[in-house]
């Protein structure tokens, strides 16, 4: 079975940086998607971005190009979201999630989900 569990939440202040990892495993093949998503309280959850496993192409939300940056590492299994230039509107908890489809983009159908880690940026 899929499993992803996420890491590098923190308190940050507006401005700074961090990066997240999931790490996943459990996969059957090398056709997958992993992407990431947040959801901020009282708030839709929103996809931020997402990478293919077979050729690393990725996605973008509008509002997180230029800041964000999803990179693999395929010998460690994980995927990592690296956030800069963070602002308070990004405090929310980050999931990352797996398709069993390469190259399906945050509004695509995600499988399986981590327990989330918490982003909070003051101000």
């Known amino acids: 079975e899929v499993q992803l569990v996420e890491s590098g939440g923190g308190l940050v202040q507006a401005g700074g940086s961090l990066r997240l990892s999931c790490a996943a495993s459990g996969f059957t093949d090398d056709d997958y998607s992993i992407g990431w998503f947040r959801q901020a309280p009282g708030k839709e959850r929103e996809g931020v971005s997402s990478?293919?496993?077979?050729?690393?192409?990725?996605y973008y939300a509008d509002s997180m190009k230029g800041r964000f940056t999803i990179s693999s590492d395929n010998a460690k299994n994980t995927v990592y979201l690296q956030m800069n230039s963070l602002k308070p509107e990004d405090t929310a908890v980050y999931y990352c999630?797996?398709?069993?489809?390469?190259?399906?983009?945050?509004?695509?159908?995600?499988?399986?989900w981590g327990q989330g880690t918490q982003v909070t940026v003051s101000s």
């Open positions: 990478i293919s496993s077979r050729d690393g192409s990725t």
């Open positions: 999630a797996a398709a069993l489809e390469a190259r399906t983009s945050v509004f695509g159908v995600y499988d399986y």
